[in-house]
């Protein structure tokens, strides 16, 4: 089963910049999607950014042109490198591994990280 590690996360003010990495160990990492979801206090989880097996990328509008997904199969590795960040940006940052075609929904579809809180001061 695959295991993933987060990191990254942390306080950044209005326009920095923050990378988040996801880890991935316990399995084939290069067979599965990866990317991340996040989450803001008292609302719900959004998908941000998503990288399919084959290198396919996909954004939240809200983020496009800001954030960019990137994977290194070699260090069975996934980053989100996010730029401009906004205090919209504010949340805890899911990251998951998921089986190709299988909601994050379903149960087995694959793994979630810990979560890493990102915050952008006012």
């Known amino acids: 089963q695959v295991q993933l590690v987060e990191s990254g996360g942390g306080l950044v003010q209005p326009g920095g910049s923050l990378r988040l990495s996801c880890a991935a160990s316990?399995?084939?990492?290069?067979?599965?999607?990866m990317g991340w979801y996040r989450q803001a206090p008292g609302k719900q989880r959004e998908l941000v950014a998503g990288m399919a097996n084959t290198g396919s990328a996909r954004y939240a509008d809200s983020v496009k042109g800001r954030f960019t997904i990137s994977r290194d199969n070699a260090k069975n590795t996934v980053y989100l490198q996010m730029n401009s960040l906004k205090p919209e940006d504010t949340a805890v940052y899911y990251c998951?591994?998921?089986?190709?075609?299988?909601?994050?929904?379903?149960?087995?579809?694959?793994?979630w990280g810990q979560g890493t809180q990102v915050t952008v001061s006012s």
């Open positions: 316990g399995s084939a990492f290069s067979i599965y999607d």
């Open positions: 998951y591994a998921r089986k190709a075609g299988v909601a994050v929904t379903t149960s087995g579809f694959g793994s």
